[in-house]
């Protein structure tokens, strides 16, 4: 079974910026598609970023295109996303979640395992 845990989250101003780190266990990280995912307080989970097993493919949401990158070490069973210039729009809870798969897909149905999650504030 794989465990994911998201880290890196906290208090931010806008226009800051916060790297969250996603460690997966077992030995699925390298063939599997990654994703993040955020959910603000009162609004449904909306994706943000995936990310194909190899890292060669990303997609991003529009609200975040040109601010975040999702990047992989799948040496490190490691995804990432670096977040700049954020917004108050930005604050939620972040999720990573692995998709056995293979791709980085905007849908949720397409992800196996989920993390925890950690909360990324931005205050104005």
């Known amino acids: 079974q794989v465990q994911l845990v998201e880290s890196g989250g906290g208090l931010v101003q806008a226009g800051g910026s916060l790297r969250l780190s996603c460690a997966a266990s077992?030995?699925?990280?390298?063939?599997?598609?990654m994703g993040w995912f955020r959910q603000a307080p009162g609004k449904e989970r909306e994706f943000v970023a995936g990310?194909?097993?190899?890292?060669?493919?990303?997609i991003y949401a529009d609200s975040v295109k040109g601010r975040f990158t999702i990047s992989r070490d799948n040496a490190k069973n490691t995804a990432y996303l670096q977040m700049n210039s954020l917004k108050p729009e930005d604050t939620a809870v972040y999720y990573c979640?692995?998709?056995?798969?293979?791709?980085?897909?905007?849908?949720?149905?397409?992800?196996?395992?989920w993390g925890q999650g950690t909360q990324v504030t931005v205050s104005s």
């Open positions: 077992g030995r699925t990280f390298g063939s599997s598609g």
């Open positions: 979640a692995q998709n056995t798969n293979g791709f980085g897909s905007t849908s949720q149905k397409w992800y196996d395992y």
């Open positions: 990310i194909s097993w190899g890292g060669s493919s990303t």
